[in-house]
């Protein structure tokens, strides 16, 4: 499974857009690009998939570059609710059952 | 209702004790697992099973027994916990296939501590 890294922690306003940004080098040609966001004492819940360009739904835009090495989640208009971790995943999920989480980007938005 | 249930939500118990949790899923997935967030708030996989069968067992102590009576239900049981097994554990289910995202839908988390 390709490894991740992202930084580990990030600090924004409300109202601001956030672009937390992800390399896996080693992604694999099967390989989908998936995030989570987990709040404090919940378990960490889906936002956005991506294989290649752009996807974008109600929560967030997901950016991947013609090389797929890397990859750009983007919150717009961060409110005190989306303080959170955010994951950045690398794997063939549509087809497999190993789903590796990595360390997260803690976000914290202030007032 | 809740999509992935565990219970119970929190568990303190003695060094050396047996304890379980379960765990149950409404969404009619195929695939089940046991995760492990400890106190520097890693998430680790443990157990992956595909309808009833284990797939993934990511070398964890042998004390720690997963069960699947169903495809809706994967309980884990642990024998003579440790201090080290103090942490929140995260049941999860998903629908891997093509098609589909994999998606994992999570409990809540059950937060064990050992004293």
């Known amino acids: 499974l390709a490894k991740t890294t992202q930084p580990i922690s990030m600090d924004s306003y409300e109202g601001q857009e956030v672009n937390i940004t992800c390399s896996h080098n080693n992604i694999a040609t099967n390989d989908y690009i998936t995030w989570y966001q987990q709040f404090p004492s919940q378990g960490p819940r889906f936002i956005i998939q991506?294989?290649?360009t752009k996807v974008t739904n109600e929560v967030a835009s997901l950016f991947i570059p013609a090389d797929r090495k890397s990859s750009t989640l983007s919150l717009p208009r961060v409110s005190l609710s989306d303080t959170a971790v955010y994951y950045c995943?690398?794997?063939?999920?549509?087809?497999?059952?190993?789903?590796?989480f990595g360390a997260g980007t803690r976000l914290f938005v202030k007032a | 209702d809740t999509a992935v249930s565990q219970t119970p939500k929190y568990l303190v118990t003695q060094m050396g004790n047996d304890k379980s949790i379960k765990c149950e899923q409404n969404l009619g997935h195929d695939t089940m697992y046991w995760y492990k967030q400890d106190s520097k708030k890693f998430l680790k996989i443990m157990f992956s099973?595909?309808?009833?069968?284990?797939?993934i067992n990511e070398t964890v102590p042998n004390r720690f027994s997963p069960k699947s009576p169903d495809k809706a239900h994967l309980n884990l049981h642990i024998n003579s916990l440790e201090l080290g097994d103090s942490a929140v554990y995260f049941c999860a289910s998903s629908q891997p296939g093509q098609g589909n995202t994999g998606e994992l839908f999570f409990g809540e988390g059950s937060r064990l501590t050992v004293l």
């Open positions: 995943l690398v794997g063939d999920y549509p087809g497999g059952f190993k789903t590796i």
């Open positions: 991506g294989y290649k």
């Open positions: 099973y595909n309808n009833k069968e284990l797939i």
